[in-house]
């Protein structure tokens, strides 16, 4: 790894198999940089060698967290959630994060380097519309009609098996189509269907960073990254940050059983419809993640126990982030692009 900056790469995991494969596949672009896995076991089930490997399970959860360890899910890769604050705590440039299914694409290299140059490329947004069809009319500024914001999350994508929900990738097996991606910044005010198998953010971003209450213990599952990733592009155009999405892609193997998905994405299809609109009414005033979090749980006024639920996990996420430090990472809002309501 390149020496101009720190990184963390965070792995959540229940299968010993995927694991080891991961480790070897990824060995060399990740022998000088910390490797967390979290196991979704309430004890280590298998060994991990390696001098850059953090091995947590259940049991470091409780013992860490105590009475908050509820607010990080268990059977769900949500679990991760744990291994951000981890990561947060060695206080990285960038934290990475992948699923266990995901290997490095044949013959390339510089995989974090690539996320780096990435978060380091300025989002680029339209900021100004014609009035007119093929004439353009007074008041348009002849060069400066893009926003220019810096990027705090790069969502990178995957050659392969791409992330399709459990009904389109059943239709997909009957009637395939190639799938394509562009590098492209999602523009302001705009949403986007973040999925946890390869992202990189800057650590500041951890405390408004947070996968929900998902699994087998709540009303819904397999959601956990889109709602995340709804909140925080929210928080973020407010902020005056942009997210990135492309590259640096991965080969994604897809572990997982569409019948099973199936199963777990079918409560949550309903709410998803409308979530986004719930949250995209909420009116931020803070100036730091912390605050725009917090404003944001308030703001989710949904009726029913996971709902309540959720709101009080996600306001007491922020403060367990403060305790590994989090005043020094939160940072003042850009003041030009930023999104005001």
Same mark, same amino acid.
């Given at each position: 790894m390149d020496s101009e900056f720190k990184a963390v790469v965070v792995v959540p995991t229940i299968r010993e198999s995927s694991i080891r494969e991961f480790l070897m596949a990824w060995g060399n672009e990740f022998r000088d940089v910390t490797l967390i896995v979290v196991e979704d076991n309430p004890e280590k089930s298998f060994e991990i060698s390696g001098g850059n490997v953090e091995h947590y399970s259940w049991r470091d959860i %409780?013992?860490? !967290?105590?009475? *908050?360890?509820?607010?990080? =899910? /268990?059977?769900? %890769?949500?679990?991760? #959630?744990?291994?951000?604050l981890k990561a947060y705590q060695r206080k990285p440039d960038m934290i990475v994060t992948l699923d266990d299914d995901c290997l =490095?694409?044949?013959? /390339?290299?510089?995989? !974090?380097?690539?996320?780096? #140059? /990435?978060? @380091?490329?300025?989002?680029?947004?339209?900021?100004?519309t014609s009035t007119l069809e093929g004439t353009v009319p007074r008041g348009v500024p002849y060069y400066r009609k893009?926003?220019?914001? =810096?990027? &705090?999350l790069n969502h990178g994508l995957w050659d392969s098996v791409p992330d399709l929900d459990a009904p389109t990738q059943l239709l997909q097996s009957r009637y395939p189509r190639d799938v394509n991606w562009i590098e492209r910044t999602i523009p302001l005010g705009t949403y986007f269907p973040m999925c946890g198998m390869n992202i990189a953010f800057r650590p500041?971003?951890? =405390?408004a960073f947070y996968f929900l209450l998902m699994g087998s213990s709540y009303e819904y599952d397999r959601f956990g990254d889109i709602w995340s990733g709804i909140i925080l592009k929210k &928080? +973020?155009?407010?902020?005056?940050?942009?997210? *990135?999405?492309? #590259?640096?892609?991965?080969?994604? !193997? /897809?572990?997982? #059983?569409?019948?099973? @998905?199936?199963?777990?994405?079918?409560?949550?299809?309903?709410? @998803?419809?409308?979530?986004?609109?719930v949250i995209d009414r909420v009116l931020l005033t803070g100036t730091s993640f912390t605050e725009c979090?917090?404003?944001? +749980?308030?703001?989710?006024?949904?009726?029913?126990?996971?709902? %309540?639920? !959720?709101r009080r996990a996600m306001l007491l996420w922020p403060d367990v982030v403060a305790q590994y430090g989090c005043e020094e990472w939160c940072t003042q809002p850009v003041e030009t692009g930023a999104l005001s309501q």
């Open positions: %409780d013992d860490e !967290l105590g009475e *908050n360890a509820w607010i990080i =899910p /268990r059977r769900t %890769d949500c679990i991760r #959630s744990y291994g951000y =490095p694409l044949d013959g /390339r290299v510089g995989f !974090l380097r690539d996320h780096w #140059s /990435r978060l @380091n490329h300025e989002g680029v947004t339209v900021a100004w893009d926003r220019k914001l =810096p990027c &705090i500041e971003v951890v =405390p &928080i +973020a155009d407010h902020l005056g940050y942009c997210i *990135n999405t492309g #590259s640096p892609a991965v080969t994604h !193997l /897809r572990a997982s #059983s569409v019948w099973a @998905n199936l199963k777990k994405e079918a409560p949550g299809l309903e709410a @998803n419809e409308t979530l986004w609109t979090y917090k404003e944001t +749980a308030c703001g989710l006024n949904l009726k029913g126990a996971y709902w %309540d639920q !959720l």
